[in-house]
């Protein structure tokens, strides 16, 4: 995960880094106070093109694959591809696919919803 603020990178590495599991965690990074003033006022909020996230491509896969997970986890998937139900099979391939077709998207965000409206 890259944190880019005004075009400039100022972090990159781990989400769980910098403790930011969602987009309300980058409010603080979003906000410019002025400190000269007893309590400092809040001057500007950044805007999405002022600051924003570029994900990693495996970030983004692992998104992906919890979500797949979280309704096919793999011993369900096995058992489904034992059964050999084509129905299910079918359903399954669908569901998997359409996150994979979200993952490999230009810039999917995981963080608009966008993945939750993929379900099975």
Not at 48 to 68: T, V
Not at 91 to 104: C, L, Q
Request: proline share 6%; with cysteine; hydrophobic share 30%.
């Amino acid at each position: 995960m890259k944190i880019i603020e005004y075009g400039i990178c100022s972090f990159n590495g781990p989400k769980e880094n910098k403790g930011i599991t969602c987009k309300d965690d980058l409010l603080p990074y979003r906000e410019v106070y002025d400190f000269t003033q007893d309590p400092a006022v809040l001057i500007h909020t950044k805007t999405d093109e002022e600051l924003y996230i570029e994900w990693e491509q495996s970030e983004i896969n692992e998104f992906a694959q919890e979500h797949i997970f979280k309704y096919y986890p793999s011993w369900k998937q096995s058992n489904i591809l034992r059964e050999n139900d084509t129905e299910k099979v079918t359903k399954m391939g669908i569901f998997i696919d359409a996150v994979r077709d979200w993952s490999n998207q230009e810039n999917p965000d995981p963080w608009d919803g966008s993945l939750e409206l993929i379900i099975p």
